[in-house]
């Protein structure tokens, strides 16, 4: 897979982040309050963490990358630094692209 391949599918990914966030975000309001460990919420994270797993096999995810990008590292929103085995350094992953970065450099 090149690195074109694997970041369009990430970008997809993300997308798909999105619309699952923005779905609970809607229902928050419908039912005023939403509880992701319901079986609506269920429905849509585990589905998502599913994908996410799926994902991670496809484009050679072998550090979990893609679950710490978006859960621990905000969708990249914190900003965190992380260093890939082959890395001397940490690198701050705030991109699809750095997490796209890390992912190669891991393997």
Not at 56 to 83: H, I
Request: with cysteine; glycine share 4%.
């Amino acid at each position: 897979m090149t690195s074109k391949e694997r970041y369009k599918l990430l970008v997809e990914w993300k997308d798909q982040y999105e619309v699952c966030d923005e779905a609970q975000k809607l229902l928050e309001k419908l039912l005023r309050g939403f509880d992701t460990d319901s079986p609506l919420g269920a429905a849509i994270w585990t589905t998502f963490d599913r994908y996410t797993d799926a994902l991670a096999a496809n484009v050679g995810d072998t550090g979990a990358w893609l679950s710490w990008f978006c859960w621990d590292n905000n969708m990249g929103a914190k900003s965190s630094k992380a260093k890939a085995p082959s890395w001397k350094k940490f690198k701050k992953v705030k991109t699809l692209k750095d997490l796209c970065k890390i992912i190669e450099a891991d393997n």
